[in-house]
């Protein structure tokens, strides 16, 4: 079983940055994709960014690229997503995912553990 808590949410005022951190306990994440994902009210979750642990492969929503960042800390068992250029769009809870394999995966349904989320708001 493993285990994932995300951290790091928070306020936001557009064209700024916030880092949000996920770490992952209970098993090894060598093998496995990890991804955040977000969902506002009232909108289905959406794939954000994902990473392949070994090899450090990224994938990116077209909404997100060249704005946000995905990476780890081997140490630590934590995946970050950057947040730079912060939109108002980008407000919604932010949930960390894994799955077992090296495919990163953009449907909420191919993940088989999630966080409990990190609220991030975003001012205009």
């Known amino acids: 079983q493993v285990q994932l808590v995300e951290s790091g949410g928070g306020l936001v005022q557009a064209g700024g940055s916030l880092r949000l951190s996920c770490t992952a306990s209970?098993?090894?994440?060598?093998?496995?994709?990890m991804s955040w994902f977000r969902q506002a009210p009232g909108k289905e979750r959406d794939f954000v960014a994902g990473?392949?642990?070994?090899?450090?492969?990224?994938g990116y929503a077209d909404s997100v690229k060249g704005r946000f960042t995905i990476s780890r800390d081997n140490a630590k068992n934590t995946v970050y997503l950057q947040m730079n250029s912060a939109k108002p769009e980008d407000a919604a809870v932010y949930y960390c995912?894994?799955?077992?394999?090296?495919?990163?995966?953009?449907?909420?349904?191919?993940?088989?553990?999630w966080g409990q989320g990190t609220q991030v708001t975003v001012s205009s």
């Open positions: 209970g098993g090894t994440v060598s093998s496995y994709t």
């Open positions: 990473m392949r642990w070994t090899g450090g492969s990224t």
């Open positions: 995912a894994a799955r077992v394999g090296y495919t990163i995966a953009q449907t909420a349904i191919s993940y088989n553990y």
